[in-house]
């Protein structure tokens, strides 16, 4: 995915001096967990297991829109790991993943892997995941993504150290494609990014439309990289269609006034979880109320909102606008350290063998106190977390997930819709 980061929903694009400004903040928060992670809270934390966990997350790029509620993620799970005081301390470093234009996730491999981590969390988006995942799972360190999506990690050759807590878009695209069926659509256009996240939703989404019975007129491809895509809008709108598919990241910002200048019904117009929430309230060019995304995940409930903009606030962030992959970053670094627990060990092979176990065996859990609390006491537990059952099959995917539904409303607001419960497995 986009796969949301890992920035600001109201700007994405950066100068050299806001992104160090903003790269000086997130090290500083990383120290601050890592200083908590070493701290003496009692007399038995020499004993403590000690899990050093890195993240490569946007702080830059396409899809920078999805870094902070990932950070901040990632770092409440930290912060209440650490305050349980269960026989073990976690500590973050935080590293920017950029995107597919750039070698800073590569970069950020690098540097994590000198650092002696044993799990990375991220990236966000598929490509960009797909850019250092040798670099991480040969070196036999897991890595979990919170938000990749494309089918393609399903079956890659990662020797089991690759996991990710975001649905695969066989899910996302059959739910989509669902959606627009029940909408009464039956001319459909797709426009999509060429690469493994677009190329795989498109398959998806175009499968579930035509199962359905609708028909797939026009099928456009356009470069991540692009700048402009009024030939591709004028394409996909040859057909008259009577629904829109949009696969991008923030590329959307240049696709919606192209399609306003062809007076286009944003009420016909369906997103995914890459381009949700990249447009906001401060977006002024073009309102699109009436359009509708799909998000992998849940819509964070009031009280985790809560805690997570009193932490952002704490750590001297900006207050959060999007909350996409929040609760799949929080439940990655839980996962991580129960299975360290169970392991009682933090190497990456020790998290490899036992990140499985304990998202789906033994008794069902729902906070890492209450999961940890059995693991002490010598039983299995199964941790259903704030994102949802989790349930990792043998290629590290979620089993069963949920996909969450929202639509613009007038003056760009978002609002929640509804979810849809899916089992990949039946």
């Known amino acids: 995915m986009r796969a949301f980061a890992k920035a600001t929903t109201a700007s994405r694009s950066k100068s050299v001096k806001g992104a160090l400004a903003g790269l000086a903040v997130l090290g ?3 120290l601050v967990l890592s200083g908590c992670a070493s701290g003496s809270g009692d007399s038995s934390d020499s004993k403590d297991l000690s899990l050093k966990i890195g993240t490569i997350l946007p702080q830059t790029g396409t899809l920078a829109v999805l870094g902070p509620p990932e950070f901040a993620g990632v770092h409440l799970a930290a912060e209440e790991i650490n305050a349980a005081k269960k026989g073990i301390k976690v500590s973050v470093t935080d590293k920017d993943s950029g995107d597919t234009s750039t070698n800073i996730a590569t970069d950020s ?3 994590l892997l000198a650092d002696k981590v044993s799990a990375i969390i991220g990236a966000a988006s598929s490509s960009v995941s797909l850019s250092f995942i040798d670099q991480v799972t040969k070196a036999q360190v897991v890595q979990i993504s919170p938000a990749n999506t494309s089918p393609a ?4 050759a990662d020797d089991g150290y690759y996991f990710r807590t975001a649905p695969s878009d066989v899910l996302q695209g059959r739910v989509l494609g669902q959606k627009v069926l029940k909408d009464g659509a039956t001319n459909v256009s797709i426009l999509y990014q060429n690469d493994s996240y ?17 028909t797939v007129g026009q099928n456009e491809p356009y470069d991540p990289n692009g700048t402009s895509f009024a030939s591709e809008v004028t394409q996909v709108l040859s057909t008259n269609p009577d629904a829109l598919i949009v696969i991008s990241f923030d590329q959307i910002k240049a696709i919606v006034p192209e399609l ?6 944003f009420t016909k117009f369906y997103g995914t979880d890459g381009n949700y929430g990249v447009i906001t309230e401060d977006y002024t060019d073009v309102d699109i109320a009436g359009a509708q995304f799909t998000n992998p995940g849940v819509n964070a409930s009031d009280a985790f909102q809560s805690k997570l903009q009193a932490l952002v606030k704490k750590e001297g962030n900006k207050k959060l606008t999007v909350f996409s992959y929040a609760p799949e970053s929080y439940d990655a670094t839980v996962l991580l350290a129960l299975a360290a627990l169970q392991a009682k060990g933090t190497t990456g092979p020790d998290l490899q063998k036992n990140l499985v176990s304990v998202s789906k065996d033994g008794t069902k859990c729902t906070t890492f106190s209450e999961c940890a609390d059995l693991i002490n006491d010598g039983k299995k537990a199964n941790y259903d977390g704030i994102s949802g059952p989790v349930s990792f099959d043998k290629n590290g995917d979620p089993s069963q997930a949920y996909i969450s539904i929202y639509k613009y409303v007038t003056g760009n607001k978002t609002e929640y819709e509804t979810k849809e419960f899916g089992d990949l497995l039946k």
Request: proline residues 0%; charged residues 25%.
């Open 153 to 156: 990690f399903s079956t890659y």
């Open 260 to 265: 306003k200048k062809n007076n286009f019904d």
């Open 198 to 214: 677009g190329q795989g939703l498109d398959d998806n989404v175009k499968e579930a439309l035509e199962a359905g019975g609708a």
């Open 28 to 30: 500083a928060t990383a």
């Open 109 to 111: 491999a690098t540097a």
